[in-house]
């Protein structure tokens, strides 16, 4: 089955620098790639995806990098703010026209620093 | 759109007894929910699959006849813990999802805290 290890465990970073967090996945069928947030207590926000027809997609401050051939693909925040402190899960799944199961990654622990 | 409520958002319960949770897509007809279960700093871990209808598939090591999974109708699903103990005590976390644009993204409930003392 399909595996998506993700690094950093932690990150942090002040106010106003870039973050980044990597996963990588062992599928390579895997064509549908979301990022979530989660802050505490509370479930899983969906804050952008990409499908593996494109490498790169943007939405405002945030975007996400595919590289098909290296299975990898990568969350980009710039400007932090206070605000983006959270936990975020990567995940991978295989879209064939149905309802299908996604992989989490491990999490990445986001602080903003002030 | 697409949000999905979940309810109770906590719940407290005695070892031995059953605890529903339910799971409602509120402005989507859900043909699918994935019912998840997250322990204190670690990732979400899939359940089972439910879809409208039928029976719900359950992954590996998870008891169908301990966590019974009903999806009645295409906005509701539930989730019972039968019997419960300590051990069950997590965060469980629905999603639901709806055919959009051919490819089927899961929007999630806020999540439920099952404490069994």
């Known amino acids: 089955g399909e595996n998506v290890e993700q690094h950093p465990s932690t990150l942090s970073v002040q106010e106003g620098d870039s973050a980044v967090i990597k996963c990588t996945y062992s599928d390579s069928a895997s064509n549908y790639f979301p990022w979530y947030k989660q802050e505490l207590g509370k479930g899983p926000q969906l804050i952008i995806d990409i499908r593996s027809n494109v490498g790169e997609k943007k939405d405002q401050r945030i975007a996400v990098t595919l590289n098909k051939t290296a299975k990898h693909f990568s969350l980009h925040i710039t400007e932090t703010q206070p605000e983006d402190s959270a936990v975020y899960f990567c995940?991978?799944?295989?879209?064939?026209?149905?309802?299908?199961?996604?992989?989490f990654g491990t999490g990445t622990r986001l602080q903003v620093m002030l | 759109g697409a949000v999905v409520s979940q309810h109770p958002s906590r719940v407290i319960c005695k070892s031995g007894t059953s605890v529903k949770i339910e799971c409602r897509s509120l402005d989507f007809q859900a043909t699918t929910m994935f019912w998840y279960r997250q322990f204190p700093k670690q990732s979400l871990m899939l359940m089972a699959t439910s879809n409208e209808g039928s029976k719900a598939t359950y992954e590996q090591g998870v008891e169908k006849d301990k966590f019974l999974i009903n999806h009645a109708s295409l906005t509701l699903s539930t989730l019972t813990v039968t019997s419960a103990h300590p051990e069950d005590s997590s965060f469980y976390i629905c999603s639901a999802s709806h055919r959009g644009q051919g490819v089927n993204e899961q929007f999630f409930g806020p999540g439920t805290r099952l404490t069994v003392l």
């Open positions: 995940a991978a799944a295989i879209n064939t026209g149905t309802a299908s199961k996604l992989t």
